[in-house]
Nanobody, 121 residues
Framework: QVQLVESGGGLVQPGGSLRLSCAAS????????MGWYRQAPGKERELVAA???????NYADSVKGRFTISRDNAKKTVYLEMNSLKPEDTAVYYC???????????????WGQGTQVTVSS
């Protein structure tokens, strides 16, 4: 049974930082790509960042230079370090598992329950 459990969300002021974690179980974590999506109220879900099994990464233009995705295969955990947060980063953030070693569009097959990130003063 695949489980993706996110943690680390919360309320932060503009300019602040948060680190999201996603603990995975029931999967061959080290050989799969992982990623983070987000969905803001009234907006479509969008890819924030992804990391393949070799550590290669991809980021949405809106978060480049501010967010960093990383993975710890021994802990079966993927992280999203978020710095210089802006109000427009407010959304529910979802951890995703890809069915392959790379992060092809449409290949996300398992999703976490989501964690709320709110950036507000």
């Amino acid at each position: 049974q695949v489980q993706l459990v996110e943690s680390g969300g919360g309320l932060v002021q503009p300019g602040g930082s948060l680190r999201l974690s996603c603990a995975a179980s029931g999967i061959l974590f080290s050989i799969r790509a992982m990623g983070w999506y987000r969905q803001a109220p009234g907006k479509e879900r969008e890819l924030v960042a992804a990391i393949n099994s070799g550590g290669g990464t991809n980021y949405a233009d809106s978060v480049k230079g501010r967010f960093t995705i990383s993975r710890d295969n021994a802990k079966k955990t993927v992280y999203l370090e978020m710095n210089s947060l802006k109000p427009e980063d407010t959304a529910v953030y979802y951890c995703v598992h890809y069915r392959g070693s790379n992060y092809y569009v449409g290949d996300a097959d398992y999703w976490g329950q989501g964690t709320q990130v709110t950036v507000s003063s």
